[in-house]
């Protein structure tokens, strides 16, 4: 087998077999594999292997481009040790491999139809430099037959056709054509129409892949919100503006009628806020069905027509514009037409922004068809648990499921309960925020060096934080953190590992999940309260349909994708295996049968209100 490296760990050597049998038997493994057993290279040695005895393609799916730095690496390290010759890429999604300026400011589907039009009108001078008279140019050839038999960056690969003034994307799907191993994102396999338009492209057969998903906890989410489409009184109002400009008085009126629509839907959440019950919340939603949206819109004008004639008038808007409301308009009364079942149609009501979505509930109807049409499928994560929840929602087929033991000594970990306050919504004031502070302030004062505190929302974040009088120098979380910032304020932090620094950040933001602070980098973590989804109607429709289909609508539809995140949160504390820290889990829920069994069966929970002296002795020792 092509292990890279010179040791394999006893529970790593057991994701190897399961990895290699699997694969070589053409099953879908769906693993729950912990932090530290080493998953990218005990996922692609045994897959290259088998690929190359077999001519098979690689796919290599992760949503982080961390990660796709260690699978090159991991790639590098084989070609170098054995001495192989094969071809990897890392693809970007289309819009961050784009040269024109301004596109990366434009969301993915405006995008898209900007880059078709541009592409069709001969307007794109890195498009026209790649293919010459429906052919590829003498210098696109001379720069892939330079990055042949190589493991290829995306970085490489947008700086090379920057200076050949060619198509990085172009240029990518060429190596990929070529390429043994495929490192991108998730929506390249599991979106049908991207898929079958890359692999034609790609000259690739779902049936010869063998496919890896990392993170793999991600992708139900993922695939859902890709499946999904939104309509705003914002976007209406904007695209009033752009039909002035560039359409008849006909269009303007078309999008005036269909704002007043949203408007007319929006007065019904003010008489049912006056009738409300006193803990209702959801005054401000509403379910749309399909048909009577449609003959709103029909009233109007006939519901294809508009889709026709937007369409149209949005192909000369990106001429000028790079994007089109117009057309993100006509794109969601395409997809509304989609199915019933799986999805759920909701109207709500944000401030001033009216929105109308059409919510995919069921990721299944987007995976089933990749993950058990190719030759093989590899489902990792370190926290995916419950596992049959996953082969559940996922569809999975040929399926096998295994949970892998934590390969950290236990001692080095110590993983506390403190059910003292809640982050509840009907306990939230300001005595329950200062008790949680005078809480954190008493765990933090114990850990040396650096901590990490997560809370469910920056709100909670904000009205905790402010409370919090600890000594530590403390580095907050904002909300739309860039990666520069992220990892700007992850530096700072890193360089307090011998003072001790304190970090406030969201559980779903951007340092609960893909950051690494090994070592003394990091001593403590502390969960405060249980991130569980708002009791909106998409979590409500979420945990009907989940308990249709399956009878576990509460767990599948709300408890277990909370736990998720607070595992994937108190993770970052033990990333190997000479770290030593504490875990706190700050919310009475986490004591409550119904919640605790959610815990890992290998952590050893203390809960405990006599925290001070724990994790003073813990460190001692």
């Known amino acids: 087998m092509l292990f890279p490296h010179e040791h394999i760990r006893t529970v790593q050597n057991d994701v190897l077999e399961t990895i290699d049998k699997g694969i070589r038997s053409k099953k879908n493994l769906v693993l729950h594999a912990p932090t530290g057993l080493g998953k990218t290279v005990s996922a692609l040695a045994p897959a290259l292997t088998y690929a190359l005895e077999k001519d098979l393609t690689i796919f290599f799916l992760t949503s982080k481009h961390t990660q796709h730095q260690i699978a090159l690496e991991t790639l590098k390290k084989m070609q170098e040790k054995f001495n192989l010759k094969f071809s990897a890429v890392s693809l970007l999604g289309k819009k961050w491999l784009c040269l024109q300026p301004g596109t990366q400011t434009l969301t993915t589907g405006m995008f898209h139809e900007y880059c078709r039009a541009v592409v069709k009108d001969e307007k794109c001078e890195f498009y026209n430099n790649f293919k010459i008279k429906g052919k590829v140019s003498v210098q696109?050839?001379?720069?892939?037959?330079?990055?042949?038999?190589?493991?290829?960056?995306?970085?490489?690969?947008?700086?090379?056709?920057?200076?050949?003034?060619?198509?990085?994307?172009?240029?990518?799907?060429?190596?990929?054509?070529?390429?043994?191993?495929?490192?991108?994102?998730?929506?390249?396999?599991?979106?049908?129409?991207?898929?079958?338009?890359?692999?034609?492209?790609?000259?690739?057969?779902?049936?010869?892949?063998?496919?890896?998903?990392?993170?793999?906890?991600?992708?139900?989410?993922?695939?859902?919100?890709?499946?999904?489409?939104?309509?705003?009184?914002?976007?209406?109002?904007?695209?009033?503006?752009?039909?002035?400009?560039?359409?008849?008085?006909?269009?303007?009126?078309?999008?005036?009628?269909?704002?007043?629509?949203?408007?007319?839907?929006?007065?019904?959440?003010?008489?049912?806020?006056?009738?409300?019950?006193?803990?209702?919340?959801?005054?401000?939603?509403?379910?749309?069905?399909?048909?009577?949206?449609?003959?709103?819109?029909?009233?109007?004008?006939?519901?294809?027509?508009?889709?026709?004639?937007?369409?149209?008038?949005?192909?000369?808007?990106?001429?000028?514009?790079?994007?089109?409301?117009?057309?993100s308009i006509a794109q969601f009364l395409e997809q509304w037409n989609g199915n019933d079942e799986g999805f759920a149609r909701i109207l709500s009501l944000k401030e001033k922004n009216i929105i109308l979505s059409y919510r995919c509930l069921d990721p299944s109807i987007v995976t089933a068809n990749t993950i058990n049409g190719a030759y093989a499928t590899i489902m990792m994560s370190g926290t995916l648990t419950p596992t049959a929840m996953y082969t559940a929602l996922l569809g999975v087929e040929r399926c096998e499921e295994k949970s892998f033991d934590n390969p950290f000594p236990a001692k080095n970990r110590m993983n506390i309960i403190i059910p003292q306050t809640t982050t509840k919504f009907s306990s939230r004031t300001d005595d329950q925020y200062q008790q949680i502070a005078q809480v954190i302030d008493k765990v933090i004062k114990h850990i040396p060096g650096?901590?990490?505190?997560?809370?469910?929302?920056?709100?909670?974040?904000?009205?905790?934080?402010?409370?919090?009088?600890?000594?530590?120098?403390?580095?907050?979380?904002?909300?739309?953190?860039?990666?520069?910032?992220?990892?700007?304020?992850?530096?700072?932090?890193?360089?307090?590992?011998?003072?001790?620094?304190?970090?406030?950040?969201?559980?779903?933001?951007?340092?609960?999940?893909?950051?690494?602070?090994?070592?003394?980098?990091?001593?403590?973590?502390?969960?405060?309260?249980?991130?569980?989804?708002?009791?909106?109607?998409?979590?409500?429709?979420?945990?009907?349909?989940?308990?249709?289909?399956?009878?576990?609508?509460?767990?599948?539809?709300?408890?277990?994708?909370?736990?998720?995140?607070?595992?994937?949160?108190?993770?970052?504390?033990?990333?190997s295996e000479t770290d030593k820290g504490v875990i706190v889990f700050l919310d009475e829920r986490y004591a409550w049968p119904n919640y605790s069994r959610c815990f890992p069966p290998d952590w050893d929970m203390k809960i405990t209100l006599l925290y001070e002296k724990m994790i003073e002795g813990f460190f001692k020792k």
Not at 153 to 158: E, L, P, R, T
Not at 280 to 299: C, G, Q, R
Not at 474 to 485: Q, R, W
Not at 494 to 520: H, M, N, Q, R, T
Request: net charge neutral; proline share 2%.
């Open 140 to 327: 696109a050839k001379a720069l892939i037959d330079g990055m042949k038999h190589k493991v290829v960056d995306s970085k490489d690969a947008i700086q090379e056709s920057m200076l050949a003034k060619v198509c990085p994307y172009e240029i990518s799907l060429l190596l990929a054509k070529q390429a043994k191993v495929i490192i991108t994102d998730y929506y390249y396999l599991f979106h049908d129409g991207i898929r079958n338009s890359f692999f034609k492209k790609i000259d690739k057969d779902l049936g010869q892949c063998i496919v890896i998903v990392d993170e793999a906890h991600n992708l139900p989410k993922r695939v859902k919100d890709l499946a999904s489409a939104t309509l705003s009184s914002i976007n209406l109002q904007r695209a009033v503006k752009e039909a002035r400009q560039f359409a008849s008085e006909e269009t303007v009126e078309i999008v005036k009628e269909m704002l007043n629509i949203m408007n007319t839907y929006a007065k019904t959440f003010h008489e049912k806020k006056l009738n409300q019950e006193k803990n209702d919340v959801l005054f401000n939603e509403k379910y749309v069905s399909k048909t009577e949206f449609k003959e709103k819109i029909n009233a109007i004008k006939d519901y294809d027509e508009i889709i026709a004639e937007f369409t149209l008038i949005a192909d000369g808007v990106r001429e000028v514009e790079k994007q089109s409301y117009l057309g």
């Open 450 to 575: 650096n901590a990490a505190v997560f809370f469910p929302s920056y709100f909670l974040k904000d009205a905790i934080g402010k409370r919090l009088h600890n000594t530590k120098t403390i580095f907050s979380e904002s909300s739309g953190l860039s990666k520069e910032e992220r990892n700007e304020i992850l530096e700072k932090f890193k360089s307090y590992k011998d003072s001790g620094a304190l970090l406030l950040a969201v559980v779903s933001g951007s340092f609960g999940e893909g950051i690494d602070l090994p070592g003394d980098y990091l001593k403590g973590v502390v969960i405060v309260g249980l991130p569980l989804q708002k009791p909106d109607l998409e979590t409500q429709s979420l945990i009907d349909y989940y308990e249709k289909k399956f009878g576990k609508g509460w767990d599948y539809g709300y408890v277990f994708p909370a736990f998720t995140k607070t595992i994937q949160s108190a993770g970052r504390c033990i990333r």
